[in-house]
């Protein structure tokens, strides 16, 4: 009988792994890394319950590392076959993977010439080589069409609108002649947003395994344009820098588009802007190149005169630790964006501990802030933040810009379940901490009937039961 475990992503937002078994065979759908508490990161050392030799399939829904990251560590444990996943989902693992082995070793390598012992980040989960072994099995599939993994197993995707290639899936999985299909929602992004597409909508499913990021509220209404002047006038007027903890593709790309468009109105001041990554890259290739995810036409922006309407006038990618080192110095007014996005790891740490004691700076938080992160701990007003061993004061302003946020909140991921022409069989609530989880279902049940489950980590769940 076909059964589901739930490797990740149970009652939490991160680690997302499903592992359906069908027909003596093994998929996996996401591969993701845990992050935020040290609980959490510490599954990552954990052995699977599964030999990742036994593992047939990968497949992927989006690139994001809580659903990729943990690849790496996959492959180094033995698996060896495909990985699946559409081009531009591909592209972004190659440059996230080797960023997330950087940060990994750069942090490791910090913690030693520290001597910080007993550190959770005192060796690396993998290496670059190992990100590399993993990225070799990539295999392409299509964005759109269906493709037939194996007899028992066969992929249908579609667009999620969350990031660039993010898919959400229906999964049939065939046994014994009869036919089931799962749908995985992946992570859902928003619906009439600048440059992504609107989130397409379902119509059935046997088993729904569905996101719950925001399944217990909305995100702030208002202009995100209107907000962002008001707050980068007003720490550029007071001679503070800007700290975005942000991976280089994203959410930034949205927030330099808003940015952009800002300058260009002479809303706000012009500002160099520093992309302080190991991997940083100038991200609007890959948006021309997938123009199939977005619907920004860049030869109508150039034609408006406008050069790349995803970079702002004065943009600095900082690739070695040297050029990073030097943003330190900046005393003028700047923008500095640099991974982690939740500030769990990476040289975010090392701006947040320069530019927090300043009260004429301020940090957007412009992504998921996950239960245990440093992120979190700033958005839920923590006067002092704990970095590499050192208690860092909080004086610099915190603005949390949930406007910006690249999930659906909880009206959004009901608009997406309103799709569906009648009840799945079960639907497993996944991605989302134990408040949101339990809100989300309350809201479920009570708008649509339907029985809803939340599993728990590592629980097995037997398909057709
Ligand atoms: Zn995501």
């Not at 590499?388 to 009206?411: F, K, N, Y």
């Not at 799945?424 to 996944?430: G, I, M, Y």
Request: proline share 6%; aromatic share 8%.
């Amino acid at each position: 009988m076909a059964k589901i475990t739930f490797l990740g992503a149970a009652g939490t937002v991160t680690g997302s792994k499903y592992l359906v078994e069908a027909g003596g065979k093994r998929l996996l759908v996401d591969c993701g890394l845990f992050e935020g508490s040290k609980e959490l990161k510490e599954r990552n050392w954990n052995r699977l319950p599964v030999d990742p030799a036994a593992i047939d399939w990968v497949l992927l829904t989006h690139a994001h590392m809580d659903h990729t990251g943990y690849l790496p560590k996959l492959v180094a444990d033995g698996y060896r076959g495909p990985i699946y996943a559409n081009p531009a989902t591909r592209e972004l693992c190659g440059l996230l993977l080797p960023d997330s082995a950087h940060i990994q070793e750069e942090d490791a390598k910090y913690a030693a010439k520290k001597g910080l012992k007993n550190h959770d980040i005192a060796q690396p989960l993998y290496s670059a080589e190992d990100a590399q072994s993993a990225l070799a099995l990539f295999r392409d599939i299509s964005r759109k069409d269906a493709f037939t993994i194996s007899p028992e197993f066969s992929v249908k995707p579609h667009d999620a609108g969350h990031i660039l290639g993010s898919t959400w899936l229906e999964l049939t999985i065939t046994e014994n002649g009869k036919q089931t299909l799962v749908v995985f929602s992946g992570d859902l992004g928003r619906y009439d947003q600048p440059i992504l597409r609107d989130p397409e909508s379902p119509s059935r499913a046997d088993y729904l395994l569905c996101e719950s990021t925001y399944g217990d509220r909305d995100h702030p209404a208002g202009s995100v344009p209107d907000m962002l002047a008001q707050v980068i006038t007003r720490v550029a007027k007071r001679g503070g820098a800007i700290v975005i903890p942000s991976f280089a593709v994203g959410r930034t790309q949205t927030l330099m588009y808003y940015l952009r468009e800002l300058e260009d109105q002479q809303r706000i001041p012009h500002l160099p802007v520093f992309v302080d990554s190991p991997m940083a890259i100038n991200a609007t290739d890959l948006y021309v190149r997938h123009c199939e995810d977005h619907d920004l036409d860049f030869s109508r922006e150039e034609a408006k005169g406008k050069r790349d309407p995803l970079n702002m006038h004065e943009v600095h990618m900082t690739r070695t630790v040297e050029e990073s080192k030097k943003i330190n110095e900046m005393v003028s007014p700047c923008i500095i964006i640099s991974a982690s996005g939740m500030a769990t790891g990476g040289r975010i740490l090392h701006h947040l501990k320069r530019r927090l004691p300043d009260a004429r700076c301020a940090v957007l938080l412009v992504g998921y802030q996950a239960q245990g992160s440093g992120g979190r701990a700033l958005q839920d007003g923590a006067k002092y933040l704990r970095i590499h061993g050192e208690e860092v004061p909080v004086r610099a302003e915190v603005i949390d810009v949930g406007q910006l946020s690249a999930h659906a909140g909880q009206d959004e991921l009901l608009r997406w379940l309103s799709g569906f022409s009648a009840a799945p069989r079960q639907t497993f609530l996944t991605h989302g901490e134990p408040i949101a989880l339990e809100a989300f279902r309350a809201k479920i049940t009570a708008r649509f009937h339907w029985p809803v489950t939340i599993p728990a980590y590592l629980q097995t769940i037997e398909l057709n039961g």
